[in-house]
């Protein structure tokens, strides 16, 4: 057992996408098609139970609006909606306005100089990956990831282990020398279904999930001069995340 690769989950985990970014695509494609649909930030948090962008906009309809009555080619406006959302989500990520996460860049940069694996375990669309690592981390840094693993390319999205299951095979790994990284309940539900050591990042969305069975619970990676705070789990003396940091984790 030793730690060859880190999996990543993207939203909420390397960046705060969900209310700045995937929430306003959603609104701008729904006031596009002139629906008077509307997420707010709170309704947003509600809505994350379920996830999946067109599974969460059916969730939305089934559960919080009896008054609206489905067309009957109602699946092809989803997926209608879900294309215009898309283009709004790349297009607010190419100005560069959904940064990293504290850590995200460092560890990533630091996890390649030491060699280990990289790979994306992730629910939402391919195209938000790559348009969100190469304008808030670098222009090459979706060729940084052997896999990435997202969206509809499996029938089952989180929290079913199916991503973090192809993601792992398309690396021929064993998840015991892995480490995943997630930031909230259905995420962690994923990678521990996958048999994977997970470390957990909270933010405002999450903080009150349940983490049980998370390697470590933190508020996030931190920074040399910016320390991180620890939620639950141990504690190895070191205010930031880096390589020897996730050796012991894994290790432990
Ligand atoms: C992410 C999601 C996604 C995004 C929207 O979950 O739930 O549904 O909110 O993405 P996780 P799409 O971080 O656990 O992967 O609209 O592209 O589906
Ligand atoms: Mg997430």
């Known amino acids: 057992m030793t730690l060859h690769a880190l999996l990543f989950d993207v939203d909420g985990t390397l960046a705060d996408t969900e209310r700045d970014g995937h929430r306003p695509a959603f609104n701008q494609a729904f006031a596009d098609a002139g629906l008077d649909w509307h997420w707010d930030v709170a309704l947003y948090g509600k809505l994350l139970a379920v996830t999946g962008g067109k599974e969460r906009m059916k969730y939305y309809i089934d559960h919080y609006r009896p008054d609206y009555i489905k067309p009957g080619n109602f699946d092809e406006l989803v997926a209608d909606l879900h294309k215009a959302k898309t283009r709004h989500y790349i297009a607010l ?3 560069g306005e959904i940064p990293m996460r504290p850590g995200v860049g ?3 940069a630091e996890a390649r100089a030491a060699g280990l694996r990289l790979a994306i375990a992730t629910t939402t669309t391919p195209e938000n990956v790559t348009a969100l690592l190469e304008h808030s981390l670098d ?3 979706p060729g940084w990831f052997e896999v990435i693993a997202a969206g509809d390319i ?3 999205k989180k929290p079913a282990p199916d991503i973090y299951h192809y993601a792992l095979e398309k690396m021929g790994l064993d998840p015991i020398d892995c480490l995943a990284f997630e930031d909230s309940q259905n995420g962690l539900r994923a990678s521990l279904g996958a048999d994977l050591k997970t470390l957990v990042t909270v933010n405002d969305y999450t903080l009150d999930h349940d983490f049980t ?3 470590v619970v933190l508020s996030d990676l931190g920074e040399p001069g910016a320390p991180n705070r620890i939620v639950a789990g141990p504690d190895f003396g070191q205010p930031f995340v880096d390589v ?3 050796r012991a984790l894994h290790r432990g």
Do not use: E
Request: proline share 11%; hydrophobic share 50%.
């Open 93 to 95: 990520a190419a100005r």
């Open 106 to 108: 460092r560890l990533l």
């Open 139 to 141: 222009p090459d840094s």
């Open 154 to 156: 499996v029938p089952d």
């Open 213 to 215: 069975g998370a390697a």
């Open 244 to 246: 020897a940091y996730l």
